[in-house]
């Protein structure tokens, strides 16, 4: 089994940063494909950005293109997710996920998932 872990959420102004964290571990050799997914109140669970953990396949939602960046270090067992430029909109718990396949963009296709951690941004 793999447990995903994350952390980093907070309360931010508009405008600020934060840097999201999950750490990995188990048997995470299975661990192919990886993503971020966010959720908020009375909404479905959004795709944020997909990669693969061992090639520089990444795809960004276009929402979030150009001011958020995943990155891994498979050393760590750990990715990571800069968030810049942050807006109201951002608001929404966000998890972690994982899978033995290689990136998706569905949380469907993703059967292994953190408990989410919250980002509140205010205007």
């Known amino acids: 089994q793999v447990q995903l872990v994350e952390s980093g959420g907070g309360l931010v102004q508009a405008g600020g940063s934060l840097r999201l964290s999950c750490a990995a571990s188990?048997?995470?050799?299975?661990?192919?494909?990886m993503g971020w997914f966010r959720q908020a109140p009375g909404q479905e669970r959004e795709f944020v950005v997909t990669?693969?953990?061992?090639?520089?396949?990444?795809v960004y939602a276009d929402s979030v293109k150009g001011r958020f960046t995943a990155s891994r270090d498979n050393a760590k067992n750990t990715v990571y997710l800069q968030m810049n430029s942050l807006k109201p909109e951002d608001t929404a718990v966000y998890y972690c996920?994982?899978?033995?396949?290689?990136?998706?963009?569905?949380?469907?296709?993703?059967?292994?998932w953190g408990q989410g951690t919250q980002v509140t941004v205010s205007s």
């Open positions: 188990g048997r995470t050799f299975m661990i192919y494909g």
């Open positions: 996920a994982a899978r033995r396949t290689g990136p998706g963009i569905l949380p469907a296709e993703y059967d292994i």
């Open positions: 990669f693969s953990r061992y090639t520089e396949s990444l």
